[in-house]
């Protein structure tokens, strides 16, 4: 018996619907655009045209100085842009697998003070022991000073990521946990060959978030940073934007070589550019992963 298939045809609210939508899609594309083509397009422009006339979508004279200002010092930003690297994608790995196993603990019903640790890690984003106590724990006891591992230990682990990791894992049925604590699972084989393979959205979303947290983070390297080798790129930036001193010192050791007339407001565009070309690259490979950890962890309480 030959069977033909059914197309049913969308009637005219359907389709008025459905362009009404694509029509808001593309002005919120737009809106969101906008702004980054404005910033593209200001950091090619001429230094003397955006003083004089402001900016502008599309650039009247087309400049590349604050580009030749940034990468003059090619060799100070590419030895950053390793520091930025490591730190980003060791500290990411770290705080991937403390977070998610701090998850996996908080849904376990037979830990019987899950709730209490729950409690005292909540605890943590209305009251924390502030900045100096922070300063004196990695530089008198830990002697963290001036090393790559301080910018790594101060974003490890996040409270809000720790909470979305576990109600991304509740969502994950617990008759698994139990089946395979029948077939003889210890814990450990529960958490890699149970709770991670069915974890990829939920990993991809917070990795993202971590990542995102550790390249843009200057802050902590302002605390406990004064050795130019171990710079990461966003407080070289912050320096070369912020420090009209520093521009000269480096000029002088050679680092950057012409510092007279430096564009300013070029510069920052181009900073801009230049910080978060690697993220948006990225972004893209996570973004399926991405949207559906968002929805799941925001559903499941």
Not at 86 to 93: A, E, K
Not at 171 to 199: C, F, H, R
Not at 224 to 247: D, F, G, K, V, W
Request: net charge positive.
């Amino acid at each position: 018996m030959k069977t033909t298939a059914i197309s049913i045809r969308p009637d005219s609210g359907t389709k008025s619907f459905t362009l009404l939508g694509y029509g808001v899609m593309a002005i919120i594309t737009i809106i969101c655009f906008v702004p980054f083509w404005l910033i593209v397009a200001a950091s090619i422009s001429d230094e003397a045209t955006i003083l004089r006339e402001g900016f502008k979508l599309w650039p009247r004279t087309v400049s590349l100085d604050a580009y030749r200002s940034i990468f003059q010092g090619s060799k100070a930003l590419l030895h950053s842009y390793l520091v930025t690297i490591f730190v980003t994608s060791v500290g990411t790995l770290l705080a991937l697998l403390l977070t998610s196993m701090t998850g996996y603990v908080l849904i376990r019903v037979d830990f019987p003070h899950r709730n209490g640790i729950a409690f005292f890690i909540y605890f943590t984003t209305l009251f924390s022991g502030g900045v100096i106590p922070t300063y004196i724990l990695f530089v008198k006891y830990l002697a963290l000073k001036n090393t790559v591992w301080v910018l790594i230990l101060s974003c490890l682990l996040s409270p809000w990521n720790i909470f979305l990791m576990r109600n991304f894992m509740k969502s994950i049925p617990y008759s698994l946990v139990e089946a395979s604590k029948i077939d003889g699972a210890n814990d450990l084989q529960i958490y890699t060959a149970v709770m991670v393979p069915l974890s990829k959205a939920g990993l991809a979303t917070v990795g993202l978030f971590i990542a995102l947290n550790y390249w843009n983070d200057w802050y902590h390297a302002s605390l406990y940073i004064t050795q130019e080798a171990l710079y990461p790129l966003q407080y070289l930036l912050y320096r070369m934007l912020s420090n009209a001193e520093y521009m000269k010192q480096a000029a002088a050791a050679g680092i950057f070589l012409d510092t007279v007339s430096l564009p300013s407001e070029t510069l920052k565009m181009a900073t801009a550019l230049v910080v978060t070309g690697p993220i948006l690259l990225l972004y893209p490979f996570v973004q399926k992963y991405f949207v559906k950890g968002i929805m799941i962890g925001s559903v499941k309480g």
